[in-house]
């Protein structure tokens, strides 16, 4: 039977809407549905927006965390352990690769594994089957992420790794699962079950892998012995980097932009160079370069409240601070800035010296600017 023309016009406009709804945008977007009377209704009408309960949202969290402590309690660390062993001992790069999600997990475990010490490559399946597997050779391993070990794109894959002379290993959370048999190696986590209400969204047996290969990935590190040091060069551009590598010689003021006086000039006479160069003092060298005080826009503060217009007669010489705090060219920069701010005084600068000669100077501001 077929609808009357009132009813054919509205369900012909919204398909018309459906038809034009533009490319990218979310269907959920779409606020009209159809009934089945043919007529448009408020599709947001059906959505329930009220607020996710406090204490639902503490169950669920109290839950994920059960999950995850069941997988602990019952993880066996022997093959773990002999895994760590292996990636010791390898002289080629870890490959991991996974589908999906597991690709995903895959992928951030590998970054790790390189950021911490380790050679590590994620290696799509797919592209692997079609020539990147080219790149895998006797001397590498290859650690395949699946849930159910019963994934087709990596089943498929394992023979011919195998063929290149890899040693395979399989992380999954089915023992006995098909992965498993084929890998030379099989590291099972144990799974209760998903968080989803179906037993279907990954969002625990993910959380397990990653949790299993960053750990492992801090495993080798610390049986590596790396150093402060060595993790700063793996993170030149970032904060920690920074932090770790940039020294004082990479941040000083140097030549011209040093606000610098000569001991006999007149406190008067070097007005300007405390003012231009913006550094909050100016410092006072003999003959040689060689550093003998600073002096502050503070102290010229001091000096002028309680000498008056007698300033006027006065040498910087007469009103420096004779020992003042330095540091070398060659200090951690965040070791300047921890002496500025914790020593037994605040400063805002440091002079920086080759034992009494100056070389520059490093300000709070520029440390800071610098990222630190």
């Known amino acids: 039977m077929g609808l009357s023309k009132a009813r054919r016009k509205p369900l012909l406009r919204a398909i018309w809407s459906l038809l034009i709804w533009p490319a990218g945008r979310s269907s959920c977007a779409l606020p009209q549905l159809i009934n089945m009377d043919g007529q448009l209704q408020d599709r947001r009408s059906s959505v329930d927006f009220s607020q996710v309960d406090i204490k639902e949202l503490q169950l669920l969290f109290q839950e994920q965390q059960r999950y995850i402590n069941f997988c602990f309690d019952h993880l066996d660390f022997e093959p773990i352990h002999t895994f760590c062993k292996i990636c010791l001992q390898c002289e080629g790069v870890i490959f991991f690769t996974g589908v999906g999600k597991s690709g995903f997990i895959a992928q951030k475990i590998s970054q790790t594994f390189v950021s911490t010490g380790s050679k590590a490559v994620y290696l799509n399946p797919t592209d692997a089957l079609h020539g990147d597997l080219g790149i895998?050779?006797?001397?590498?391993?290859?650690?395949?992420?699946?849930?159910?070990?019963?994934?087709?794109?990596?089943?498929?894959?394992?023979?011919?790794?195998?063929?290149?002379?890899?040693?395979?290993?399989?992380?999954?959370?089915?023992?006995?699962?098909?992965?498993?048999?084929?890998?030379?190696?099989?590291?099972?986590?144990?799974?209760?079950?998903?968080?989803?209400?179906?037993?279907?969204?990954?969002?625990?047996?993910?959380?397990?892998?990653?949790?299993?290969?960053?750990?492992?990935?801090?495993?080798?590190?610390?049986?590596?012995?790396?150093?402060?040091?060595?993790?700063?060069?793996?993170?030149?551009a970032g904060r920690i980097g920074r932090r770790l590598m940039l020294r004082v010689g990479d941040c000083m003021l140097s030549g011209d932009r040093i606000p610098m006086a000569h001991a006999g000039d007149s406190i008067m006479g070097c007005l300007n160079e405390l003012t231009t160069k913006s550094c909050g003092c100016v410092l006072v060298t003999g003959p040689q370069q060689q550093l003998l005080g600073t002096f502050t826009d503070g102290d010229l503060r001091r000096t002028l409240q309680a000498q008056g217009r007698a300033i006027f007669d006065l040498r910087v010489e007469q009103c420096m601070h004779a020992h003042p705090r330095t540091c070398t060219a060659d200090m951690k920069a965040v070791d300047a800035l921890h002496e500025m701010e914790d020593g037994p005084r605040k400063v805002g600068f440091l002079p920086v010296v080759d034992g009494v000669t100056l070389l520059g100077i490093v300000t709070l501001h520029g440390l800071v600017s610098a990222g630190l």
């Open 136 to 236: 895998v050779s006797q001397k590498d391993m290859v650690v395949c992420f699946s849930k159910s070990g019963d994934t087709d794109e990596l089943l498929r894959l394992v023979p011919y790794a195998k063929a290149k002379g890899a040693q395979l290993v399989s992380v999954t959370s089915v023992q006995g699962c098909k992965l498993a048999q084929q890998c030379h190696m099989a590291i099972h986590l144990p799974l209760e079950r998903e968080l989803c209400p179906f037993d279907m969204a990954p969002v625990t047996s993910t959380a397990l892998q990653l949790i299993w290969g960053d750990t492992l990935a801090i495993a080798l590190m610390q049986a590596k012995h790396m150093t402060r040091e060595q993790f700063a060069m793996n993170h030149p």
